[in-house]
Nanobody, 124 residues
Framework: QLQLVESGGGLVQPGGSLRLSCAAS????????IGWFRQAPGKEREGVSC????????YSVDSVKGRFTISRDNAKNTVYLQMNSLKPEDTAVYHC?????????????????WGQGTQVTVSS
């Protein structure tokens, strides 16, 4: 069974940091493009960052560039999203997803393995 499990969400004050993890089981992350998406209440899902298979090229949307970093640990079969300088507008449920096709920069329709999501709340 192909599965992704996110962890690391929580409540943080503005300016704080969190590191989200996306652990895979049943398949090897290095062979897939991995994306992080978020969805805030009443808003459409947004692709935030992605990392390609193999060489690991990365992409992030302008709203998080310089604050969020996506990375992959092949030994742990896990992808991370380091989030710094968090803002209230970053509040959302964050999902990771996998695509067997080139999908970075994020092409949401190509991702077909999804995790259950982890809540990130940025508030004072």
């Amino acid at each position: 069974q192909l599965q992704l499990v996110e962890s690391g969400g929580g409540l943080v004050q503005p300016g704080g940091s969190l590191r989200l993890s996306c652990a895979a089981s049943g398949f090897t992350l290095d062979y897939y493009t991995i994306g992080w998406f978020r969805q805030a209440p009443g808003k459409e899902r947004e692709g935030v960052s992605c990392i390609s298979n193999g060489a690991g090229s990365t992409y992030s949307v302008d709203s998080v560039k310089g604050r969020f970093t996506i990375s992959r640990d092949n030994a742990k079969n896990t992808v991370y999203l380091q989030m710094n300088s968090l803002k209230p507008e970053d509040t959302a449920v964050y999902h990771c997803a996998a695509s067997a096709e080139p999908a970075c920069p994020v092409v949401a329709g190509l991702f077909n393995i999804w995790g259950q999501g982890t809540q990130v709340t940025v508030s004072s």
